[in-house]
């Protein structure tokens, strides 16, 4: 029976990675068309570093998931230790509402940005699309899963901690600052590397809410495929999914972190 679970897990990995297995592998063949291996060469990556359209994509891409994770992380943290430190009207609702960003199919909530947008911009002369419409797009589906992750961390926490420091005469911030804060800042980190590799990642709401000169790596990616998958795809996405690796292993190192 135990054999038969080992296979059964094997089997599981093997299907969910094997498809990226591959692309890293291609990233590395000589052959420009083809799944064919016929020689390691790293001409790929090269070219993709001398190609200033790829420096620019990778910059914006970078923009857009540092601030956005900033923004989101801030906001998250808040929302977080007010849903678990505090009590107030609707305090429920406004958990159950956390989960809809996360379980929302991405097309809507792209979509329903791209409205909202258009509306601020009729209504009120909110400028077009642009770097900063990706970023206010992101940080609506990153807030949810970095207040999720912060909001278990605060879980764990014992409340006298607080009340001790409460009662030596700190005050709230302060409590907060000193206490709060340190005792959750592994889930916070973690939160963070979340909200940092969703946004490296994301393709569908930037399809939707970038504009000119706001094209990002997935986008650059998306459109090149359409006009045949060359090499260099394969490598850009091999560079995107070891960031995003890297991110996630930082973030899971984080979690396993105890008081």
Known sequence: MRRLLTLHAFLVYLFLYLPILVIVALSFNQSRRGVRFTGF?????RALFQDPRVLEYFLNTLTVAFVSTLVATLLGTLLAVGLVRYRFPGK??????LYIPVVVPDVVMGVSLLLLFALA????????????????????FQVAFVTLVVRSRLLLLDPALEEAARDLGARGWQTFWHVTLPLAWPG??????LALTLSLDDFVVTFFTAGPGATTLPLYIYSSVKLGVSPKVHALSTLIIGLSAFFLALGYALTRRRV
């Not at 429920?92 to 509402?97: E, I």
């Not at 209504?123 to 419409?133: D, I």
């Not at 916070?188 to 590397?193: D, R, S």
């Open 41 to 45: 060469t790293l001409d790929w990556y």
């Open 92 to 97: 429920g609702f406004l958990s159950y509402l």
């Open 121 to 140: 911009r009729e209504v009120l002369g909110f400028p077009r699309l642009s770097l900063l419409t990706v970023i206010l797009g992101h940080i609506t």
């Open 188 to 193: 916070v980190a973690a939160g963070a590397l």
